[in-house]
């Protein structure tokens, strides 16, 4: 039971939190499982809720990443750097980057605070682009929020790029 328990308490509190590390966890379900299955009593009814869980899953991940719903609703940045950001290119994250931009960007993301954003970059850069928490898109000033574009967005963060005006 510590082994089931474990696992997963400890990969969901981590601050980077990759899902299949919390896989080991189906081995101890496993024998839990065929240590008890002899005092079911609904054997049949158990197998096939067994068998229809994983295909309906399988359909539904599929269609999910068919019409691009999937992507919206990770928490990762991948998706919104690998559509709008090109190799090589320098990124800002707005007050704290993710290890998962940090990753997908291959280190060229950089912080940078709400009063760096509105003070000093918008005279020294052209243009750039910034992924911004949606939540903390409100406490940009309106003056920014007129010289940012939306790019791309997904559940929690959206992309956009700067014009210096």
């Given at each position: 039971m510590f082994w089931i328990l474990w696992t997963p308490l400890f990969f969901t509190l981590s601050k980077s939190l990759i899902h299949p590390y919390i896989m080991p966890v189906m081995v101890p379900l496993a024998l839990l499982m065929t240590h008890w299955f002899g005092s079911f009593k609904r054997k049949v009814l158990l197998i096939k809720i067994g068998l229809i869980i994983p295909v309906a899953s399988v359909v539904l991940v599929i269609s999910g990443i068919s019409m691009g719903y999937i992507e919206s609703i990770l928490p990762t940045d991948k998706y919104l750097i690998e559509k709008y950001v090109r190799m090589g290119e320098t990124i800002y994250y707005l007050n704290s980057k993710k290890y998962s931009s940090q990753?997908?960007?291959k280190g060229n993301i950089r912080n940078i605070t709400m009063h760096y954003l509105e003070?000093?970059?918008?005279?020294?850069e052209d243009t750039?682009?910034?992924i911004v928490k949606n939540s903390e898109f409100e406490k940009v000033s309106p003056h920014i929020q007129g010289q940012l574009q939306l790019l791309g967005k997904s559940k929690r963060k959206s992309i956009y790029v700067y014009f210096k005006p």
């Open positions: 990753f997908y960007s003070d000093s970059l918008s005279y020294e750039f682009k910034i």
